[in-house]
């Protein structure tokens, strides 16, 4: 690499255990001839709205905010969270509710998981939800608790906590999908600045590889790191985390990994939620 392309790069990813394991290595200079991080850590409807803004050099963001931002980011073919059996979760007080007309916490109407559910809704919610609830994603399982609202969508960690406020799974969004699609779940992306250039967008993504690859090879190295940002989770919710979110796909999304995010995407605008994709959006770098 020559000198201009090892200039640090801003980036914003989740404090969540998956990112923090993935980009262990990479913010921590453990990975040769790589360039430098400026880190922000936030939750991921701060890092949309980023995206949204231009505010970053490398984003994790939701799949779905890519309509509103691919004009100015490329997605990295690496880095990100697709996979099966991963799916956000409709939570409610009592088993068997009835969503019609009732009021959903969501973490982000730019987020995946809300477009996961708003297809989820169509088909099994023929009267339609009522009011949407945007609020921070670890404060959805105490309104749902205490009432506050009739249901919550959850993401994260929330797969391995939420019978300990007492709460039940309505309906799994990743199990409808996949029923639906036979794709994997996509869920987070990494995308970087076009402005970067083709050369760097290669070498970063080269370097995020070697970074999953590396925390792979040595999980212990990322383990301060991943308990430090974890937010006081429990060790083994987070080793449950990364085994959930970090996979295949994050090495590489490969064939499965692109029909996904284009199934999502293409349903979505057919349903008017988002913008449609151009033919090339996609495209890398």
Same mark, same amino acid.
């Given at each position: ?28 200079? %453990? ?30 963001? +939701? ?11 490329? $997605? ?8 099966? &059996?991963?799916? #956000? ?6 088993? &068997? ?10 973490? +982000? ?32 399982? #105490? ?9 919550? $969508?959850?993401?994260?960690?929330? %797969? ?22 036979? @794709? ?9 600045? %076009? +402005?970067?250039?083709?050369?760097? $967008?290669?070498? @970063? ?56 995010? %284009? ?9 008017? @939620? ?7 959006? @996609? +495209?890398?770098?």
């Amino acid at each position: 690499m020559t000198p201009a392309e090892t200039d640090t790069l801003r980036i914003a990813y989740s404090p969540c255990p998956n990112d923090t394991f993935v980009f262990d290595a990479l913010a921590h200079g %453990r990975v040769p001839g790589a360039p430098a991080l400026d880190v922000t850590f936030a939750d991921i409807d701060i890092t949309n709205g980023m995206a949204e803004r231009g505010e970053s050099d490398v984003l994790k963001v +939701s799949y779905a905010v890519l309509p509103y931002v691919l004009d100015e980011y490329a $997605l990295l073919p690496c880095g990100g969270a697709l996979g099966r &059996g991963c799916g #956000p979760l409709v939570l409610t007080r009592e088993e &068997g509710t009835d969503l019609t007309g009732r009021t959903v916490a969501v973490p +982000s109407e730019r987020s995946t998981a809300y477009l996961l559910f708003r297809l989820w809704a169509a088909d099994v919610v023929p009267g339609g939800v009522g009011e949407i609830v945007v609020m921070p994603f670890d404060q959805i399982m #105490p309104a749902v608790r205490d009432g506050k609202v009739d249901a919550g $969508l959850v993401i994260h960690e929330a %797969r391995f906590t939420y019978q300990n406020y007492g709460l039940h799974r309505l309906a799994d969004m990743g199990e409808h999908w996949e029923a639906t699609t036979g @794709l994997p779940i996509p869920l987070g992306a990494i995308i970087a600045k %076009r +402005s970067l250039g083709a050369e760097r $967008l290669e070498a @970063l993504a080269a370097s995020v590889r070697a970074s999953v690859r590396a925390a792979w090879d040595d999980p212990e190295a990322s383990r301060p790191y991943v308990l430090e940002h974890a937010q006081e989770m429990d060790p083994d919710v987070a080793d449950q985390h990364i085994g959930l979110y970090v996979n295949e796909f994050t090495a590489d999304l490969g064939e499965d990994g692109y029909a996904a995010v %284009r199934g999502l995407l293409t349903r979505a605008a057919a349903e008017g @939620l988002v913008p449609a994709l151009g033919p090339d959006a @996609l +495209s890398f770098p």
